[in-house]
């Protein structure tokens, strides 16, 4: 019964979904304002209706009514009730739900927000928006019905979820992932009705600016999580696999970042306009690319679960339908509202084009290397991967590229800067990042050996920082409480780029200085890494919720100190008779002593896996603080008073 | 020249000579990083290059695991159900590499048609085969049924 209201609620939001894509669009048309401002009651009741769906879908869950195919494969009655939230979004039919679910929320929430835009554009803005969500809403229904009942031979049980999903990282990194990728469909659909319009001025570009923002924010933490879950949950110690699923999530964060900043060059400056609108479509059509990716399985990957062909061809021409149609437009439209204006070479306008030109380099040769596989294996060249030197050889220098573009960036100001005011700037930054990089991979290394790619992170990260900090200074002299004045965009970047050099720190430091061993133990084996003692003093047998597993127990100690007892599990999964390999991890910022169990060997002895990994901590510390510092940016004062600005910047149409 | 149209052109002549200079060592980058995959059967007929990373995989051959006694070697056969080529490893095997089930290896051949692996892949859930293990076995049973109907004609 549950099932059947979740399926009528879900028909009713496709309906409402399609009133809204035509109804405001018609009525901005032939200027009838009723039916434009019937976008915003239309855009809360297919929220409404939505997340009824998506609640009787969760009751399946939590009731464990295995009549429900999707509900049979992916639960079962053993599974904690949290598992059972999560396992809603941790198959095809049920991340789709939630990726209904969120643009219908995030429709929403423009409806609310919009009101000071001028009528005709907040429901052009929303109709494209209910567009998007007829063709996801007719992809839901028609190839992927999580209501499609069993019966009548239902199931006593279920399958269970998979155990690599049975984790709270992955409870939260779905439904993040998603609020980025559909977020980005907010700037589309103020680009498309922008071009449509034909009108693009810095009150709409102001007003773009927290959306792009915040999906930007959520993208952010939804890769970091993603590569921390890989981290501990896989059994690696890998953090990024440059693996096609990860590329595409990489790819509109990549095009989003660039987004970001040329947008900021259009608010400020004018410039770049049609430029911003182009990377607003790209932005989302990459998330949408990353969707059908992920959801069609065509390519081999550790996300690549069971899949459908059908469905996959649905994806592509939704696709299609969005990016060509959208291109067209833009063809036709886009030029126009290009407006030239003069700026010199030493501008902040040609900084922010730098980080543009290398953040859609970056992102072109991820898209090569992920679609390469792909064309040659339809133009019938052989099953190929490409692999992780492709995509180093490229991301590593257009990073360093990119990072002292950014030293640069914040001494100049628009439209241009004296040459000498910068090359007054840099040397003491540039000297202090010369002397640490020389110095300080010395003292890393067990052996104090120099390492290229120890010295070559250091530098960066020291650049980026003394840059940061020489700004920092000039603006608000050494007295911390005037870091109120400071204006939260400006805060927000210093933050965020802040939180890129620690990132860059754990990535670089990371893979120069890890220590891996994987070694056959028996129990009371010693073995010293990195100065670590590990002692492997045996292994016990263990039973949780819904699964049994033998759990090692590893001394590690330092100068004849313990510093830790870790107990890495292998896990049986009672269900499915899925293996796991759970790590255990002792963390700290400087260096992560990581643990985990291979096979079990003859005569009580195992394969386990020993490694030191310094500083890796810091990847996932400097992402949640790029990601807090884009969002202190989103919440600038300016953006508040868009109320009065955009009643000043009145726009006829 | 204009100031405009001067700095139009040098954004132009920029963006020709980088592109042009990015396409030349996307191509030479990606034939240089390409993995092809590989069938045991073309592996045995000799269709895969010698020393240069390729992967290879198929269902792992029941009874063909063998692990060292003193080290993490390990050396297990796969099939495409027409020929069985021999794959060595050192390390840990992936949680569902099992025997009867896909499994992907990476590395290069020796000289005696045996693959030095450096990394294993196994698949991930239990509804999964990878697409290429998949599509090896399909041609191989197409062949087999091709066979076993001319060698029925033949009889004939």
Known sequence: MIAELGHFALIIALAMALLLSLVPMIGSFRGYSSWMRLASSLSLGQLLFVAVSFVCLAIAFLMDDFSLKYVSQNSNTALPDHYKISAVWAAHEGSLMLWALILAGWTAAVALFSRSLPLVLSA????????????????????????????????????????????????????????????????????????????????????????????????????????WWAYYELGWGGWWFWDPVENASLMPWLVGTALMHSVSATEKRGVFRSWTLLLA???????????????????????????????????????????????????????????????SGWSREVMLLINNLILVSAMTMILIGTLYPLVADVLELGKISVGPPYFNFFFVPLTVGLVIAMGIAVFTRWKSTEVNLILGKIPVP????????????????????????????????????????????????????RIAKLSHSYLGMQLAHTGLAICILGVGLSSAYDQIRELRMAP??????????FTFS???AIAGPNFSAFQAHIIVTKNNQVVANLFPEKRHYNAGGQVMTEADIDPSITRDIYVSMGEPLADGAWALSLQVKPFVRCIWLGALMVSIGGLLAATDRRYRRRRQSASNNEVAL | MHPIRKQRLQIVVLIVIASSLAAGLIVYMLGQNANYFFTPSQVLQGEAPKNITIRAGGMVVDGSIERSSDSLDVSFLVTDGLADLKIYYSGILPDL????????????????????????????????????????????????????????????
């Open chain 1, 124 to 227: 052009r803005i929303l109709s494209v928006l209910g567009a998007i969500s007829v063709g996801f809403a007719l992809f839901l229904i028609l190839t992927s019905n999580p209501f499609e009942r069993l019966l009548p031979m239902v199931p006593m049980e279920g399958a269970d979820l998979n155990p690599l999903l049975q984790d709270i990282g992955l409870i939260i990194h779905p439904p993040m992932l998603y609020m980025g990728y559909v977020g980005f469909a907010v700037p589309f659909a103020f680009a498309i009705a922008a071009l449509i319009g034909g009108q693009f001025d810095s009150a709409w570009a102001r007003w773009s600016r927290p959306w792009i923002n915040l999906a930007w924010v959520f993208l952010t933490i939804g890769i970091t999580l993603g590569s």
């Open chain 1, 281 to 343: 479509i790209f932005a989302f059509s990459l998330s949408l690319l990353g969707t059908f990716l992920v959801r069609s399985g065509i390519l081999t990957s550790v996300h690549a679960f069971a899949s459908d062909p059908e469905r996959g061809v649905f994806m592509l021409m939704f696709l299609a339908i969005v990016t060509g149609g959208s291109l067209i437009l833009f063809a036709l439209r886009g030029p126009a509202m290009q407006k030239v204006k003069a700026y």
């Open chain 1, 430 to 481: 540039f000297l202090v990042a010369i002397i640490s990089a020389g110095i300080l991979p010395f003292y890393l290394s067990l052996d104090y050996s120099y390492s290229i790619t120890g010295g070559l992170t250091i530098f960066m990260s020291v650049w980026l920082v003394a840059t940061i900090a020489k700004d920092l200074i000039e603006k608000m002299g050494i007295n911390l409480k």
């Open chain 1, 524 to 533: 009371g084996d010693k073995a010293l890494i990195a100065g670590y003692e």
């Open chain 1, 538 to 540: 045996g292994v016990n």
């Open chain 2, 97 to 156: 590499f099992a025997e009867g089930e896909a499994a992907i290896a990476t590395g290069k051949l020796d000289g005696d048609k045996v693959l030095q692996a450096s990394q294993v892949l196994a698949k991930h859930d239990e509804n999964y085969t990878p697409p290429e293990v998949a599509d090896a076995m399909k041609q191989a049973y197409d062949l087999k049924q091709q066979e076993q109907y001319q060698s029925q004609e033949a009889k004939k």
